[in-house]
């Protein structure tokens, strides 16, 4: 992989932080290798209300001019990318959103059907000769596959994600919090199974998975028990299956209300019949980034790792 296009995935990539609770910050800093979050503030129209956002005005570092070919070339990239998909991950997919960045363009795909989840592309351009590479499309390996992993995990323990789902439509019911648009996870969402209040997130680690994986890869129509057989419990590991959850207050004006986010903690301790896995939860005020989909400040209150809820 060229160091231009491994640009492009950082800069999207940056972004996509241990379950995706603190999620996508608007800047990052480095120390030792280890990626650090600069927390900023609401100021002006840079941010949006969360209830209002679709993706609209997301862009990444320098992709002004490679926005306009893309653009250009549209149908193109789509045709490409969903074949890319099908031949490579065996999957049929639908193109939402493509974004311009340095030297390329970033491809934001939906799967159709199952296994459910949202997943990026990147299609190299050549701006001086203001054209598209279409024949070197490519995608970051690990994170098409962690997406894959994700929507096969909510397959197959669909039951404990419905009493999740469950919870969180309830919560929202009571009129306090609320969760991203389906609209900006399809157009800027890019990273696995994603509902608008969380995230489903795998470790390279997590070797109970991979069967369930291959066997899916070999058969992509195989049945739902197979694949639940194919899983392998004995080396499971609650550390392995990350699930991030990103909540927003429904009130513009609200701050991040501690009330709320203790109850969510506790509701989610004392929790049976969820998936388990380790669990991660921000509270956010009510305006996200328009430019990065970025919903964490320093007004937000989070429990994450290393302090994360395990659900053995």
Same mark, same amino acid.
Request: aromatic content about 8%.
């Given at each position: 992989?060229?160091?231009?296009?491994?640009?492009?995935?950082?800069?999207?990539?940056?972004? *996509? *932080?241990?379950?995706?609770?603190?999620?996508?910050?608007?800047?990052?800093?480095?120390?030792?290798?280890?990626?650090?979050?600069?927390? &900023?503030?609401?100021?002006?129209?840079?941010?949006?209300?969360?209830?209002?956002? &679709?993706?609209?005005?997301?862009? *990444?570092?320098?992709?002004?001019?490679?926005?306009?070919?893309?653009?250009?070339?549209k149908a193109q990239i789509d045709e490409a990318t969903k074949k890319f998909f099908q031949e490579k991950y065996k999957t049929e997919v639908k193109v939402h959103n493509v974004v311009g960045a340095e030297d390329g363009a970033t491809v934001f795909v939906e799967s159709v059907g199952e296994p459910h989840f949202y997943t990026y592309a990147v299609v190299p351009i050549i701006e001086k000769e203001n054209k598209i590479d279409i024949d070197k499309i490519w995608a970051d390996d690990f994170q098409v596959?962690?997406?894959?992993?994700?929507?096969?995990?909510?397959?197959?323990?669909?039951?404990?994600?419905?009493?999740?789902?469950?919870?969180?439509?309830?919560?929202?019911?009571?009129?306090?919090? &609320?969760?991203? &648009?389906?609209?900006?996870?399809?157009?800027?969402?890019?990273?696995?199974?994603?509902?608008?209040?969380y995230l489903i997130s795998t470790s390279k680690n997590d070797e109970s998975i991979i069967p369930v994986y291959k066997l899916y *890869?070999?058969?992509?129509?195989?049945?739902?028990?197979?694949?639940k057989v194919a899983f392998d419990e004995s080396k499971f590991s609650a550390e392995n299956l990350t699930i991030g959850i990103q909540l927003f207050m429904k009130d513009k004006d609200a701050k991040p209300s501690e009330k709320i986010f203790n109850q969510v903690v506790k509701d989610v301790e004392e929790m049976k019949n969820i998936p388990r896995g380790s669990y991660g939860i921000v509270l956010n005020d009510n305006y996200i980034h328009r430019e990065t989909s970025e919903g964490f400040k320093e007004s937000s209150l989070e429990r994450d790792y290393p302090d994360s809820i395990v659900k053995e």
């Open positions: 992989m060229h160091r231009k296009t491994k640009k492009i995935l950082f800069s999207v990539g940056i972004t *996509l *932080l241990l379950g995706g609770c603190s999620g996508m910050s608007t800047n990052t800093s480095h120390d030792s290798g280890k990626a650090k979050e600069v927390k &900023t503030l609401p100021s002006g129209d840079t941010f949006i209300s969360v209830q209002d956002y &679709t993706g609209k005005g997301y862009s *990444l570092a320098n992709g002004k001019e490679s926005d306009k070919i893309a653009e250009a070339n596959q962690n997406a894959i992993k994700g929507g096969l995990y909510h397959m197959i323990f669909k039951e404990e994600f419905q009493q999740l789902d469950k919870y969180f439509d309830s919560l929202a019911a009571e009129g306090e919090i &609320t969760g991203k &648009t389906k609209e900006a996870l399809q157009n800027v969402g890019g990273y696995g199974f994603m509902t608008p209040y *890869l070999s058969n992509p129509k195989e049945s739902v028990e197979k694949l």
